[in-house]
């Protein structure tokens, strides 16, 4: 049996996997973030590693699974954020997570020293205060004293790795989420780092994902529930292991989506993938030699999360259920939602946008608003659809997975506003942990390769564009274009 945790924005799911990867059952702990204003966004990572604690051994407890019988444990982890330790491995603060935005003076320092396009070349992204490298200024900058402590720096799944098993690394899929990666090299780049005036010892040393990274030691063992000795699987970050739970691999393999509390659109590639218009961006997969060019927003399941709690709350656990059966037959003429919640990477990489409802009129109502936000998630990734098409990627067909895929109603109008096949997998929430199992289990040596990721999910549902509503909203998505471009300015003079 493998162990694969999750450590998610919302929580840590736990998943126990047969040998060879297949889906046994899982479980999550909860943990919360504080959100405030300014674009703060922090976890403190002593909750993540309680909520692995909890989880291993509800798991374990639930399944009447034996310690001796888990034979690896593995992780995925929410990417881009900045975890800050002190010389003995103890957080200094909070962590700032990938939806922490407050560093855009700082990512506007370091473009200026390397160049908008020589970063992104180098970096196979922007740079964007939605990364780590800019958060860790931010720190430096506003929290002298607290960065004066500071001797390591990692993601969420590095440090709950480092709480295990004693030792801090991290693979190629996280440390390409940092803005400190020179991808092409596969090191840290020096470039950067200088640029920064960081010194390249705070970075942990790079090693493959499915590297056994160390053993479960006697005191965490005791706290898991799991046997002293277990070995424990680096893994990865969680956009290059949902990729691999869905099954794609190759570049034959074709696109994915994500609709999580953010929302992507990604394949796999054998290279970067560098757009002119730099909307999207490049992970290293955690499958070696391959690469994720992705294009990701910042609020797609959020937004919907967000309505739900505003328009339904007294639905409960129901929300969202009631409310998009409430947007089934709305009409949406004139009205649209800007889902920049969060401010905005992928198209824009505008950290002062903000979410927006626009054309607004009397006869419109609660059903009215929830579609429009399913829309404007539709029409946002449409454009990064796009950018992939431009570039030779056909995106004809996306399998779709996440919390949102669950939505017959959101994935039709996915498929009328892409123009594509859109199919939901048997993966919808569990892509991450599935992914990260197969890791564990190639580190482990239990499986021959990771392409056995495969013969894992099943397509449950198709839906196929129709041609009319196409047309439509591709009419349509100019004009979401347009209201954007109008506003950009006035986000820009609000939220300087």
């Not at 945790?5 to 973030?33: F, I, N, P």
């Not at 939806?99 to 855009?104: C, G, I, K, N, V």
């Not at 560098?274 to 927003?297: E, I, L, N, Q, S």
């Not at 471009?485 to 986000?491: A, D, G, S, T």
Request: net charge negative.
């Amino acid at each position: 049996m493998i162990i694969a945790h999750d450590l998610g924005t919302t929580g840590d799911k736990a998943s126990l996997h047969e040998d060879g990867g297949r889906l046994v059952a899982a479980v999550t702990e909860r943990y919360g973030t504080r959100f405030a204003a300014g674009g703060v966004a922090e976890q403190d990572p002593a909750d993540w590693v309680r909520a692995v604690a909890a989880a291993t051994r509800r798991l374990l407890a639930e399944t009447g699974t034996a310690p001796d019988a888990v034979r690896a444990v593995s992780f995925s982890g929410q990417m881009m954020g900045a975890v800050l330790l002190d010389a003995a491995f103890r957080p200094v603060r909070p962590a700032l997570i990938w939806a922490d935005h407050r560093s855009t003076r700082q990512a506007d320092r370091l473009n200026e020293a390397l160049g908008e396009g020589d970063a992104y070349r180098l970096l196979g992204h922007r740079v964007h205060p939605t990364y780590s490298l800019a958060k860790i200024l931010w720190v430096r900058d506003h929290e002298p004293d607290v960065f004066a402590r500071v001797a390591h720096v990692c993601l969420a799944k590095d440090y709950a790795v480092h709480w295990l098993t004693g030792r801090l690394v991290t693979d190629p899929s996280d440390a390409s989420s940092t803005n400190a990666y020179d991808q092409r090299a596969g090191t840290w780049s020096d470039r950067v780092l200088s640029a920064a005036d960081l010194d390249p010892a705070l970075f942990p040393e790079i090693v493959p994902a499915t590297t056994v990274a160390g053993e479960l030691s006697a005191e965490r063992a005791a706290e898991t529930g799991l046997r002293p000795g277990t070995p424990v699987v680096l893994g990865g970050g969680d956009g290059p292991l949902a990729a691999l739970g869905a099954g794609i691999i190759d570049p034959s393999d074709g696109a994915y989506a994500y609709l999580g509390s953010s929302s992507w659109i990604s394949l796999s590639a054998a290279g970067p993938l560098h757009d002119p218009a730099m909307r999207t961006m490049t992970f290293d997969h955690v499958v070696p030699g391959r690469y994720v060019p992705t294009a990701t927003m910042q609020a797609g399941g959020a937004s919907l999360e967000w309505a739900a709690d505003v328009l339904r709350p007294e639905a409960g656990e129901r929300r969202f259920e009631e409310l998009t059966a409430e947007a089934a037959d709305a009409d949406t003429t004139g009205l649209y939602f800007l889902p920049h919640l969060l401010g905005e990477r992928s198209p824009y990489w505008n950290a002062a946008a903000r979410g927006v409802f626009l054309g607004l009129a009397r006869h419109h109502g609660r059903a009215e608003m929830a579609r429009a936000v399913l829309e404007g998630v539709a029409f946002n990734l449409l454009t990064c659809v796009l950018a992939f098409r431009e570039a030779g990627h056909p995106v004809d067909r996306v399998d779709a997975i996440g919390g949102g895929a669950a939505s017959d109603l959101w994935l039709r109008i996915l498929a009328d506003a892409w123009g594509a096949t859109v199919r939901r997998r048997t993966v919808e929430e569990e892509a991450n942990s599935l992914g990260a199992a197969i890791t564990g289990a190639v580190g482990a040596g239990l499986v021959p390769g990771f392409e056995v990721a495969r013969d894992l999910s099943e397509v449950t549902a198709e839906f196929e564009p129709d041609p009319a509503r196409h047309a439509a909203y591709r009419e349509r998505h100019a004009s979401f274009l347009d209201a954007y471009r109008r506003l950009e300015p006035w986000f820009e003079r609000e939220n300087p």
